[in-house]
């Protein structure tokens, strides 16, 4: 039966259908909210109706990464699969980054692109290159729908499901148009089934062992801890144990920066060796080593992991190993477990410490620009928040503004804060920052950026002004690639290799429908926050900032 996509969707249950319309129930019943994509003329425009029909937005990006990191944000934020559609050939290509994002910070993401109709094959290689080999490295799975399968919605769900299995990641479907629009004549019958698998008694029996022998247990949570079950169990051991924890930065408001037992941030690199050190157990929860900055693993302390599936890198062989569902794990480790020797006190020694080491103590070297410091951007957003009483999610983008920006801004519930870290790309802040805010536009969303990833994902300030999302974007405007110049040593390199003019990206804002301001002084900045926390559509606030904290900040993080 033909569908044009307005009738009522009970009606369809029983009769044929089309293969778009069957993709697009695999997807309704897998509890996908939108679609984000640059569409092109084959099956695209298909799935876009047929999703429509089925009550999912297709949200129109500017850029085919940026789709595919708002589509692995709304997963992140949801817990359920994200969506992604793109043209073949370049929209493919475009779309890589976003999908290694996906792959590399474990978002579980399908990603619809248009297919190479086989007999067009025959004739034709125009924007043709082989689109499965070239996402193969950084997809779980790879499917085509080349001639018209009565399977197509069946695959679908399969790829769905794939992509929510442990560990999470993206999947690829390839879809012709004749796939779209052949006649299916039945629709994937069911949505996905999380099993909670108990944790393997023996593997239980050892970590509860190397747990109860330790005095000084330290927890680290990870991306996957925040899975709100495996959050609230985590605390519960936390709280069982009086024991520090530490967060990843995808794990931020896990544990509370507020809270007593919070004990800072876990990177892999030196700022958080002083309280590990002490520890004689650590306790890894759902932290993925993929998270971890590539330095050997420092300390001597039995390791209990947990996660959700073993690990890909033997960054360090746990004395205990727990793997599947964290909740029940996490709930029959606290079962008896004992109180630590940590007191309150000593944690708050640490996370204060640990604290100093990041703060903005080196002062901006003789010429530099008399820009706010990067710690103060963070601060005064947060309490101009505090103020008005806003709670807008964060995301922050790559960059030596990330430092600040991850260790201050104080998250207390997990998906407070939003980062690119196992791909850790540009480009990334701006998009989360927009699916953030659709996904709960009653908090919207602060997008922190530097001025070299704003300027990768430049079109998407477009896409936030014609969405009218409650959305601030931060830039901290130091008119150079600063986390590379960091790194230039005594290297002489040619004018411009790692900086460019100033941009005025209050003047971009306003010429792309958006609210624009300009902050070069803490008092202009207050002001500015204020008038965009006031506000109901997207602003973007330009910040001069002064580099001169970096070095030290990178120098006591990662040693
Ligand atoms: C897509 C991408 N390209 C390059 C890099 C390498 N890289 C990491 S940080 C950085 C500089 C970022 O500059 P900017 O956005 O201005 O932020 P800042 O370091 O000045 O805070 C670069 C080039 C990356 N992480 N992602």
Known sequence: MPQDGTGPWDAMESTATTGAVAVAAALAAAGVARIFGVPGGGSSLDLIAAAAARGIPFVLARHETAAVLMAATAAELSGRPGAALVTRGPGLGNAANGV????LDRAPVLLLADGFPGAERAFANHQWFDQAAMLAPVTKVRAQAVEPTQAVGA??????????????????LELTAAASRGVVAALPATGLAVAGAAPDPAALAVARRVLRSAR???????????????????RRLVEALGCPALVTYKAKGVVPDAHPLFGGVFTGGAAEAPILTEADAIVLVGADPV???????????????LGTAPRMVAYRAPAAALYGTLAPALAALAEGARRSDWTADGIAAHRNAWLDRLANVSPSPPGGNRGLSPQAVMEQAQAACRRVGADPRVAVDAGAHMFPATTFW???????????????TMGFALPAGIAAALHDPVRGAIAFSGDGGLLMALGELATATALGVKLVVVVFNDATLSLIDIKKGGRELPEGALGWPMAEFAGVMRALGGLGLTA?????????????LAAGGPVLIDVLVDPGSYPAQIAALRG
């Open 155 to 172: 695959i679908a769900a399969a790829l769905l499901a794939t992509a929510m299995a442990a560990p999470r990641g993206p999947v690829l």
């Open 216 to 234: 000084r247990p330290v927890v680290v949570a990870g991306l996957e801890a925040t899975d709100s079950d495996a959050c609230a169990a985590l």
């Open 520 to 532: 070069r002084t803490e008092a202009q900045y207050a002001e500015a926050l204020e008038q965009a």
């Open 291 to 305: 998270e971890f900055i590539p330095q050997p693993w420092r300390y001597a302390a039995p390791v209990i992991e």
């Open 100 to 103: 290694a994002h996906a792959s």
């Open 410 to 424: 104080q998250a207390a519930r997990p998906g407070d804060l939003l980062i690119s870290n196992g791909l850790a």
